[in-house]
């Protein structure tokens, strides 16, 4: 079985719309980073959690990290054409900053 | 703002040369990483790298893998014999004393 879900697996989104990713673990999790990729190129970070219940922001992007510390998820608010692109979840589970990344979220922003 | 960089972007080898991909990871960072994203693939880990050694290494990261930090500032991937399944998009990573875990932008390894 997959150590780490993401879901959906793509999304298309009106422009001004507000969308959630979520990354669930199937084991606690020590880390979750969350990157944002255009196709064939590098990973820009966004954000990390390390405790349950954290909650961190950044413009309009949010990540959520649950108590248990096993699900995490990512809203946008207000969605632009910038926020287009693969969205991936990192989870460090054991404790080594060694991550394990999730398949994906394509995000599509339709004018 | 600081930034890992690595060199080349792209690299087009024959099967059976050696490549050694370059890193340059952000200055004041003590762990290093390689991860490597095959096309359509989900991005997994190699090997990891402190204090001028190997903390961990993947199944991957067979006899034909090495990595180094040859100076204060380079931190290199070398593959021995490129095999056609080598080819992917290999990214460095460091991760500081707040424990963010940086990406470098990629090289693209085409072996043909």
């Known amino acids: 079985s997959q150590e780490l879900e993401q879901s959906p697996q793509s999304l298309i989104v009106q422009e001004g719309k507000n969308l959630t990713i979520n990354c669930t673990s199937s084991?606690?999790?020590?880390?979750l980073y969350w990157y944002k990729q255009k196709y064939g190129e590098g990973l820009i970070f966004l954000m990390m959690?390390?405790?349950?219940?954290e909650e961190k922001s950044h413009e309009k992007i949010t990540a959520k990290l649950d108590e248990k510390k096993q699900q995490s998820s990512l809203h946008i608010t207000a969605s632009q054409p910038s926020h287009a692109g693969i969205y991936l979840c990192g989870a460090d589970i054991s404790n080594d900053y060694k991550l394990s990344f999730g398949a994906g979220t394509t995000v599509t922003v339709r004018a | 703002e600081p930034e890992v960089t690595q060199t080349p972007s792209h690299q087009v080898t024959q099967m059976g040369q050696e490549v050694i991909l370059r890193c340059v990871p952000i200055?004041?960072?003590?762990?290093f990483y390689w991860y490597r994203q095959i096309l359509g693939q989900k991005v997994e880990f190699l090997v990891s790298f402190y204090n001028n050694e190997i903390s961990e290494k993947s199944e991957i990261f067979d006899d034909q893998f090495s990595v180094e930090r040859p100076d204060g500032s380079n931190f290199t991937l070398k593959i021995r014999s490129t095999k056609l399944e080598d080819s992917a998009m290999y990214f460095c990573?460091?991760?500081?004393?707040?424990?963010?875990?940086?990406f470098g932008p990629g090289t693209r390894l085409t072996v043909l």
């Open positions: 200055s004041n960072h003590l762990y």
């Open positions: 959690l390390q405790k349950g219940g």
């Open positions: 990573a460091s991760t500081g004393s707040y424990n963010e875990q940086f």
């Open positions: 084991k606690t999790l020590y880390g």
